[in-house]
């Protein structure tokens, strides 16, 4: 059964600090893997990445795909108490309409 | 460009009350979906549409009915409203891999 998983389920750390979020997948036919941010609302669109290796970064976010190991991470740096949301990860498979969603990792920033 | 909107923003119900909520996109885009997410959990896939005329079930369809009579619009509807589905509710639309979301109902069934 195709599957997207992510961990930690929840972090806490202090402003400032850097934070590593993980998403890991099994699907039959990959064709890209997602980033959302959520706060008090609507998922909203961070990153899609396609091709193994490639870094896609935006001021302090940045997220690498490794293909061979079917992993993602979502790295930030110098958090802020704004980076305070929930981040889902989510597989599109080739010839689905469905994307594959992960839990979601909670992530806490404290002042 | 309003990009995806839904109607209403909220609603009460009591149980065994109907209602249809409403998801609107106008960036032509062929496929659309209907989400649930309860507290502390992720998105749950109800059901979702291909295209005008279509729709599909997905993760958790039971007790929710749907309709896309034209390709902007798609119908979530509860023939029967149930405390169990006091939720969340999201719609998106997608070209191809990213969706865009709309702002999210918010339903509480008593």
């Known amino acids: 059964e195709d599957k997207v998983v992510q961990s930690p389920l929840s972090l806490v750390v202090h402003e400032g600090d850097t934070v590593t979020l993980n998403c890991s997948y099994e699907?039959?036919?990959?064709?890209?893997l997602l980033w959302y941010k959520q706060e008090k609302k609507a998922p909203t669109f961070l990153f899609m990445l396609?091709?193994s290796g490639i870094e896609k970064k935006s001021g302090r976010l940045s997220s690498i795909l490794d293909k061979k190991e079917l992993f993602s991470i979502l790295n930030i740096t110098a958090t802020q108490t704004g980076d305070s949301a929930i981040y889902l990860c989510?597989?599109?498979?080739?010839?689905?309409?469905?994307?594959?969603w992960g839990a979601g990792t909670k992530l806490i920033i404290k002042p | 460009n309003a990009g995806v909107t839904q109607t209403p923003k909220f609603r009460v119900l009591k149980t065994g009350q109907s209602m249809t909520l409403l998801c609107a996109q106008d960036?032509?885009?062929?496929?659309m979906y209907w989400y649930r997410q309860d507290p502390g959990m992720g998105l749950r896939l109800i059901h979702y549409?291909?295209?005008?005329?279509?729709?599909a079930k997905g993760e958790v369809p039971d007790g929710y009915n749907v309709s896309r009579l034209k390709k902007q619009n798609f119908l979530l509807g509860l023939e029967s409203a149930a405390p169990s589905q006091t939720s969340v509710y999201f719609c998106?639309?997608?070209?191809?891999?990213?969706?865009?979301f709309g702002p999210g109902t918010r339903l509480t069934v008593l």
């Open positions: 960036m032509n885009h062929e496929y």
């Open positions: 699907v039959t036919n990959f064709r890209s």
């Open positions: 396609t091709s």
């Open positions: 998106a639309s997608s070209y191809t891999g990213r969706e865009f």
């Open positions: 549409s291909v295209g005008e005329g279509t729709t």
């Open positions: 989510a597989v599109e498979e080739d010839s689905n309409y469905q994307l594959i």
